[in-house]
């Protein structure tokens, strides 16, 4: 009897020493699984943040890229320091400015030919706006009897067409409402440029006009080509040799930007104006000698008072449009 309830209790044992180890098994499992649980949670977690970080950079970068894309550049005022205004990326040509001056018939120059480097286009077309404000300058070059036009490389400054009867169509969209020498001189200059290896023979004409007004002022010039020099033959208005010659000279002296050699009347006039216009601030122009100076050099300011002294000294030959 003894032995059986000796039996009894070594079976009771092992039966709660293997309940005991089955739990230790259960309780080991469990926080294994709730370790393995809480590693893939803290994974995950890392995951949803860099992910989060990622798009916040992303979004930083396309910010930033849209903010440059929309930045805009500042344009001085008028008298300060000049800077070419930034050109779109694509240019739209504007329609030709030929319809409005065809029936303008070019006559000789009285006195033959004037002689102008093509690299000084932008002297002639400049006369174009002392008379008229709201010109816009346009070039037209045909190919020497027999021979062709180098091609001409596009550029956001300008549009060149070749048209169907061989010439090369040169046109200036506007970008800007800005004055002449931050709008085109800075253009005509690059196509000059450009322009410079026509062959001898080649012929060009430069027409300029207003397309805002039907009968507002209009220039041409036509003229050949010959060892990277315009001769220019022709002009509307009819002009004589000299009196050209002595605008474009007014001209060249507004392109530097730094003096006019003037007549006494003339300063006096361009002065009276100046003051009346608050054109000058104190200071910025002195005179003496028979010419004006400006104290710093300024083309923008130097052509608007060329523009006044032009329109005073050839407004028996150049129509002019109202100021």
Not at 158 to 165: E, G, I, Q, R, V
Not at 167 to 185: G, N
Request: proline share 10%.
């Amino acid at each position: 009897m003894a032995k059986g309830r000796a039996k009894k209790k070594a079976g009771a044992k092992k039966k709660a020493g293997a309940k005991k180890k089955a739990g230790a098994k259960k309780q080991a499992g469990a926080k294994k699984k709730a370790g393995a649980k809480k590693q893939a949670g803290a994974k995950k977690q890392a995951g949803a943040k860099k992910q989060a970080g990622a798009k916040k950079k992303a979004g930083a970068k396309r910010q930033a890229g849209a903010k440059a894309a929309t930045r805009t550049v500042a344009r001085p005022p008028a008298g300060i320091a000049l800077r070419a205004p930034v050109p779109p990326a694509a240019v739209e040509p504007p329609p030709s400015l030929y319809p409005e001056v065809v029936g303008l018939t070019p006559k000789l120059l009285m006195g033959g030919a004037a002689r102008l480097p093509l690299a000084h286009l932008g002297r002639a077309a400049r006369l174009a706006w002392f008379a008229d404000a709201e010109s816009r300058p346009e070039l037209r070059v045909e190919p020497p009897v027999g021979g062709a036009l180098p091609p001409l490389p596009s550029s956001p400054a300008y549009a060149a067409d070749l048209l169907p009867d061989g010439a090369l169509r040169v046109t200036f969209p506007s970008t800007a409402d800005a004055p002449w020498e931050l709008e085109f001189t800075p253009r005509l200059n690059e196509a000059a440029a450009q322009l410079a290896p026509l062959p001898d023979g080649a012929a060009l004409e430069l027409i300029a006009a207003s397309p805002a007004t039907q009968d507002g002022v209009a220039l041409r010039c036509c003229g050949l080509v010959r060892g990277g020099t315009w001769e220019v033959l022709s002009t509307f208005p009819p002009l004589a040799r000299g009196r050209f010659e002595a605008a474009l000279a007014l001209s060249a002296e507004a392109e530097a930007g730094e003096r006019l050699t003037l007549a006494p009347a003339e300063v006096d006039d361009l002065l009276a104006w100046a003051d009346e216009e608050e054109v000058l601030a104190p200071g910025a122009a002195m005179q003496g000698d028979g010419v004006l100076s400006l104290a710093r050099r300024d083309p923008g300011l130097l052509s608007l008072l060329a523009r006044r002294v032009f329109r005073r000294r050839f407004a028996d030959v150049w129509p002019l449009a109202p100021d």
